[in-house]
T-cell receptor
C-alpha cells in the first residue's frame, strides 16, 4: 500500500517569493512521484514527474522538485511566485503492476495563494 | 493531439436516478482510469482498465457503480441509483503505461 501526505492544506506567499509545497510519501516499492496542478473547474495538469535517474526534476512554469529517498519526500519549489501560480497542487505516487501503471494515490492537495 | 474527452461536463439529477459518464481517451492509450474527486480532496481511483480488461476495480462500489470499456477505447461509468453522497467530480485519465496519466476536464455531478 502507498500513501501521500501533503503538509499544509493552504500555503500563502507573496508575489516574487519562494514557493515551497511539501510532500511525503510511503511506498513498499520504488515509487514514481508526480506533482499535478488543478485550476478551478479544470482537470489535472502534470507539472513534473520522477521515475528514475536524476533526483532533481524540472517541470513546467519554473517548478522543480527533488526526490529524497532517505526522507521519503518530494517537495515542490519555485524560486519566484507569480499570480498565475494560484491553484490547487496535488502530489501523487504510483507503482507498476499488472503490466501497467497502477492508479495514482494522491495527497489531499495544497491550495496555493499568491498575495500581491 | 486531442486530449482526454469527457461528457457531460455537468450533470444534475435527483437521488435514486441513474446517471452515466462517458470518456474517450487519447488515441493509442491502452490504459484508462476513472477517479472520484470529492470537494477539497485529492482524486481517488475507482477503476483501471488495460485495454478492455478491468485489472483493478477494488475501489469501485459495485452495488451501485458499474463501468465498461467494451472495445478497449472509450469507456462509460454508471451509477444506479445515485445517492446524495455521490455528488463529486468524476475524472477520467489515460496512459500509454509509462506512469504519466493525462486527465480529462471531469464531469461534475450534483445529486439533489
Amino acid at each position: 500500500a502507498q500513501s501521500v501526505t501533503q503538509l499544509g492544506s493552504h500555503v500563502s506567499v507573496s508575489e516574487g517569493a519562494l514557493v515551497l509545497l511539501r510532500c511525503n510519501y510511503s511506498s513498499s516499492v520504488p515509487p514514481y512521484l508526480f506533482w499535478y496542478v488543478q485550476y478551478p473547474n479544470q482537470g489535472l495538469q502534470l507539472l513534473l514527474k520522477y521515475t528514475t535517474g536524476a533526483t532533481l526534476v524540472k517541470g513546467i512554469n519554473g517548478f522543480e522538485a527533488e526526490f529524497k529517498k532517505s526522507e521519503t519526500s518530494f517537495h515542490l519549489t519555485k524560486p519566484s511566485a507569480h499570480m498565475s501560480d494560484a491553484a490547487e497542487y496535488f502530489c501523487a505516487v504510483s507503482t507498476f503492476s499488472g503490466g501497467g501503471a497502477d492508479g495514482l494515490t494522491f495527497g489531499k492537495g495544497t491550495h496555493l495563494i499568491i498575495q500581491p | 493531439e486531442a486530449g482526454v474527452v469527457q461528457s457531460p461536463r455537468y450533470k444534475i439529477i435527483e437521488k435514486k436516478q441513474p446517471v452515466a459518464f462517458w470518456c474517450n481517451p487519447i488515441s493509442g492509450h491502452n490504459t484508462l482510469y476513472w477517479y472520484l474527486q470529492n470537494l477539497g480532496q485529492g482524486p481517488e481511483l475507482l477503476i483501471r482498465y488495460e485495454n478492455e480488461e478491468a485489472v483493478d476495480d477494488s475501489q469501485l462500489p459495485k452495488d451501485r457503480f458499474s463501468a465498461e470499456r467494451l472495445k478497449g477505447v472509450d469507456s462509460t461509468l454508471k451509477i444506479q441509483p445515485a445517492e446524495l453522497g455521490d455528488s463529486a467530480v468524476y475524472l477520467c485519465a489515460s496512459s500509454l503505461g509509462t506512469g504519466q496519466q493525462f486527465f480529462g476536464p471531469g464531469t461534475r455531478l450534483t445529486v439533489l
